[in-house]
């Protein structure tokens, strides 16, 4: 089992910039693909970004590319997002999730997810 926590979510003005944080726990954090979703009410979960074990292939969803950016520490076990230029529609409850193969779709283990607000 890997067990995930984010954290650094919160509330931002549009044009501001919030770096989330995934701890990973448990089981070996080797090889395990890092992604971000995030989700709004009434809407399905949606991919915002993922990055491979030792960094070199990361993937964003069109909407947050030159904006956000992933990054993972191994030592630390963690995975960062950092978002700049937030936007009001990036308002969502983001998650962190892990699997063992990169994808936009399906991850293994899931986060309990941290609130992003974007007011305008």
């Known amino acids: 089992q890997v067990q995930l926590v984010e954290s650094g979510g919160g509330l931002v003005q549009a044009g501001g910039s919030l770096r989330l944080s995934c701890a990973a726990s448990g089981r070996t954090f080797d090889n395990y693909a890092m992604a971000w979703f995030r989700q709004t009410p009434g809407k399905e979960r949606e991919f915002v970004g993922a990055i491979s074990w030792l960094s070199s292939i990361t993937d964003y969803t069109d909407s947050v590319k030159g904006r956000f950016t992933i990054s993972r520490d191994n030592a630390k076990n963690t995975v960062y997002l950092q978002m700049n230029g937030l936007k009001p529609e990036d308002t969502a409850v983001y998650y962190c999730?892990?699997?063992?193969?990169?994808?936009?779709?399906?991850?293994?283990?899931w986060g309990q997810g941290t609130q992003v607000t974007v007011s305008s």
């Open positions: 999730a892990a699997d063992l193969a990169m994808s936009r779709n399906y991850y293994d283990y």
